[in-house]
């Protein structure tokens, strides 16, 4: 997974701290970015829901994965997305980004997971 591999050997994994993914650190006290980065690298095809999506933020590209995983016991839901940059040098890099990682406000649908399989 091209993700994972940005993750791992490139420029590293860019979390966006928006209100919902700060609520989720604070709340559990379990979560930490080494565990979010954890969960992400540890997600596979059965986790994926849906996408590729348009990213419909103006400036942005790439497209939107949706995943969904277990942390604390609690089904999350993950947004997560690769998006092409100039660096200082004019040069195109790819940043992974996490928009997402949250409680999952509705229910979450697995299509490569069987009938009533769980994670």
């Known amino acids: 997974m091209e993700f994972k591999l940005i993750v791992e050997e490139g420029r590293g994994l860019d979390v966006i ?10 709340a559990t006290g379990v979560l930490t970015e080494q565990l ?3 969960v992400i690298l540890g997600l596979s095809a059965t986790d994926y829901c849906d996408g590729p999506l348009a990213n419909e933020v103006p400036g942005h590209k790439g497209g939107i994965w949706i995943f969904g995983a277990s942390v604390g016991g609690e089904e999350t839901y993950i947004k997560l ?5 100039k660096d200082e040098n004019g040069a195109i890099v790819k940043l992974a980004k996490c928009l997402s990682f949250h409680p999952a406000d509705r229910v979450l649908e697995y299509p490569f997971r069987a009938k009533g399989e769980s994670e």
């Open 36 to 38: 979010r980065r954890d």
């Open 81 to 85: 997305t690769i998006e092409p940059v």
């Open 17 to 26: 701290p928006r209100k919902e993914n700060l609520e989720l650190l604070a």
